[in-house]
């Protein structure tokens, strides 16, 4: 009763200050974005925040954790603003006295500072003293060594639904490091902000890499919690084994619910609109065309300094930041597209990619040997090459997709 007061009371003193005027004419855009985002997710209570659920299963246990910088307890369960203060989970449970012996880092580490495909050294974490391991470069799999001293393994991640988002790459390993050994994972499940659709040719198995795994399309339309199930129930893992797998549900969530990040996932995500995109312009990271790494804008623009400027009238020059030391076609001027004021997408666009493609004079170097592992085939390729246009590329899809949906759906926790 009490917490519902102080929900309305938080709101109706948003509403106050929008409708004040000129007073708050400034504030006022801001305000009505948190007053959406109240109506998307203001219900949502994420795996982490249950401390109740999952406590019990770390007492007097050796604990391993998976975490980046969005590992996060929100001190409010129902966050009311993009400002939503929290704390990070591995602090939150050393203060309950729950015995963490290591910290295992995916890509852009445990952080979240380092460049997309740099190598993530191991350390110690400065704040906690922690040991902290690397799940990115040579060593993506737990070894037995480093495992040694674990009864129970933690995974929070937030993922952002792509399949070449390489978390659920490392969620396989893990999986995969625990079933050998009889270490039970505990997974804390968060949203996935591209959880909404399903869309992608589905990958084929000689082109598996670290960017794609299994067979499933670009974008899979499951959370961690589910995915992890199907990895287990397809029987994914080496020799068919199996992970002791629980999964600590969100509260409130359908896959039809916008969510919005409190924290970047990476930092080359850094807002809503960019994490959208993703999955339809990260194709471009397989070919001559920047993304916007080196810029403040990244996959929310593209271009690069060969495309028409007559027709590629937005202009950007990339110069090294956090999360692109050296980036693409850096210090040059870039011709391309800004896709900021786009209405969000529910499938993936290949017309951008497709446009780019038939305006790039050498089309002979568009394309690199990256683009196959991205996109899991090579039929993607070929067709644009072939000049089909999206409508005929995605045809051919569908076959894949609808043997995947009925897949997926024996997995699914969330309608």
């Known amino acids: 009763m009490i917490l519902n007061v102080l929900k309305n009371t938080v709101l109706l003193f948003v509403l106050i200050l929008i409708s004040c005027g000129s007073n708050v004419e400034k ?9 959406n985002r109240i109506q998307g997710d203001k219900n949502i209570v994420v795996g982490a ?62 952080r979240g500072t380092a460049d997309a495909g740099e190598h993530v050294t191991d350390g110690i974490d400065t704040k906690t003293g922690l040991p902290i391991i690397s799940l990115y470069g040579k060593n993506r799999k ?55 659709y399903i869309d992608g040719p589905v990958l084929e198995q000689e082109y598996k890499s670290f960017v794609g795994m299994h067979p499933i399309p670009i974008v ?26 629980t999964v600590i549900p969100i509260k409130n969530y359908t896959h039809k619910i916008t969510y919005n990040m409190p924290i970047k996932p990476s930092p080359n995500l850094p807002n809503d609109k960019a994490i959208n995109l993703y999955p339809s312009l990260c194709l471009f990271e397989g070919t001559t065309i920047s993304v916007g790494r080196g810029t403040n804008t990244q996959f929310q623009i593209f271009g690069s300094p060969f495309l028409n400027p007559s027709i590629y009238t937005f202009q950007f020059t990339p110069q090294p930041n956090e999360g692109a ?22 499938f993936i666009n290949l017309d951008w990619l497709i446009e780019a493609y038939n305006n790039t004079e050498n089309k002979n170097a568009f394309f690199n040997t990256f683009f196959i592992k991205l996109v899991g085939t090579k039929k993607l390729q070929q067709q644009i090459e072939a000049g089909l246009n999206e409508t005929e590329i995605k045809a ?18 969330y309608d």
């Open 220 to 245: 899979h339309g499951m959370t961690i919690g589910e995915y992890a199930q199907m990895i287990n129930g397809e029987s994914w893992l080496t020799n068919g084994i199996q992970c002791k797998l």
């Open 27 to 35: 504030k006022s855009a801001k305000d009505s974005e948190i007053l």
């Open 49 to 110: 925040n249950q401390i109740e659920k999952y406590l019990p299963l770390l007492n007097g246990k050796k604990v391993g954790i998976v975490a980046n910088q969005t590992s996060v307890i929100f001190k409010d369960k129902r966050r009311k603003t993009e400002d939503q203060s929290f704390t990070h989970l591995v602090d939150s449970l050393l203060s309950l006295n729950v015995d963490i012996k290591t910290v295992f880092a995916p890509e852009h580490g445990f």
């Open 142 to 196: 737990p070894s037995q060594e480093q495992l040694k001293d674990i009864d129970i393994m933690i995974f929070d991640i937030q993922d952002v639904g792509a399949r070449f988002y390489t978390y659920i790459s490392s969620l396989h390993y893990v999986m995969e490091a625990c079933a050998e050994l009889g270490i039970p994972l505990l997974i804390l499940d968060r949203p996935n902000p591209n959880g909404h």
């Open 396 to 413: 051919t899809w569908e076959a894949g997709l609808d043997v995947f949906k009925k897949i997926r759906s024996k997995y699914l926790i």
């Open 325 to 346: 030391k050296y980036p693409k076609y850096k210090g040059e001027l870039c011709y391309g597209r800004d896709l900021r004021a786009m209405t969000d997408l529910n």
